[in-house]
């Protein structure tokens, strides 16, 4: 029987193919969530580099936010990822919820990036 990382990464893996297929040449919004944080990155798959990222763990959203496993915090990370990565001068992505289920936090964060100027 499988353990349960094995099953995680074979539901990332699974999710990243099929995003790569259909990506062409757009930089991905990484996510990844934990049980006390939330992290967003945009990454260039063809340079290998990280456009922008941010996360709970910085001070400035420290102080916006009390608890880094809120609905709410993952909509202040969409919206400064979105920030950062406009600022950049990429302003469509595709998204990986890296194998988590288009609920909660992670629909949060991609509803916030949005309405901060990405589209995918």
Do not use: C, W
């Amino acid at each position: 029987m499988a353990s349960s990382k094995k099953l995680s990464n074979r539901r990332t893996q699974r999710t990243r193919l099929k995003i790569r297929k259909r990506a062409g040449d757009r930089p991905r919004l990484s996510v990844f969530r934990s049980g006390k944080h939330i992290y967003a990155q945009v990454i260039n798959d063809t340079d290998g580099k990280t456009v922008a990222a941010a996360s709970t763990l910085e001070k400035n959203v420290r102080n916006e936010v009390k608890n880094g496993s809120t609905v709410a915090a993952a909509g202040a990370i969409g919206k400064l990822v979105a920030e950062r990565t406009v600022a950049r001068g990429v302003k469509e992505v595709v998204f990986d919820r890296g194998g988590y289920r288009y609920h909660g936090r992670v629909k949060a964060l991609a509803e916030a990036a949005r309405e901060g100027g990405l589209a995918f």
